[in-house]
């Protein structure tokens, strides 16, 4: 039985959605350099002598509405991701996401930047994936595909639908502390995805 650690396939996933986007890497420079600022904050929530190494993410994208429209755009956030040195877990902290990237047909990329510090939020555990999931995972670039065209809810019974259903359902459940957070935004997606807790 084939299985891979969570974490690896997160940064494997988060880094294949940045790289193989035109879009995301033309605006990569910017966040680096944001990054650069809001990781000097990182100091202001590490207790004495604590060692942390952190570094950012880009998230998977999402709809930016629900039920999809004609002109809908892909939104990704950026997330700071931490991990104690001195005391390897595994697990690793999520802080708050700090960056909202709107991608959209015909219109330019836009970037809003939503702290001015990092602010850790709990940590998230981890665990090996199995084949079957891995494959869901490697359905990432189908399911943007479909997010990126659909201008009305998918029929509930298509192949497209369980797809997106699949990777989400299953990324919110490998990345729980991040998808409480995003929750709020969008709401009306989530509901429609109907994961189980």
């Known amino acids: 039985m084939k299985i891979i650690s969570a974490s690896i396939i997160a940064a494997i996933l988060m880094a294949a959605l940045t790289t193989g986007d035109q879009e995301l890497d033309k605006l990569k420079p910017v966040l680096d350099q944001k990054w650069k600022e809001l990781a000097k904050t990182i100091s202001s929530f590490l207790p004495p ?110 192949l497209e639908t369980k797809r997106i259903r699949d990777f989400y359902c299953l990324w919110m459940s490998t990345n729980g502390v991040l998808a409480g957070q995003l929750t709020k935004d969008h709401k009306s997606f989530f509901d429609w995805l109907g994961c189980q807790k």
């Not at 060692?51 to 999402?62: A, L, M, N, Q």
């Not at 399911?143 to 201008?151: D, E, G, I």
């Open 49 to 158: 002598n604590r060692t942390e190494s952190w570094d950012y993410r880009i998230t998977v994208p999402f709809p930016e509405s629900w039920p999809p429209k004609a002109g809908n755009g892909l939104v990704y956030y950026a997330v700071p991701y931490g991990l104690n040195i001195r005391n390897l877990a595994d697990a690793e902290y999520v802080g708050a996401p700090w960056a909202r990237i709107m991608i959209s047909p015909g219109r330019s990329s836009q970037i809003k930047y939503l702290t001015t510090k990092i602010l850790r939020l709990d940590r998230q555990g981890v665990r090996p994936l199995f084949a079957k999931e891995i494959e869901i995972f490697d359905s990432r670039e189908a399911v943007k595909a479909s997010l990126s065209k659909l201008t009305a809810l998918p029929d509930p019974s298509s």
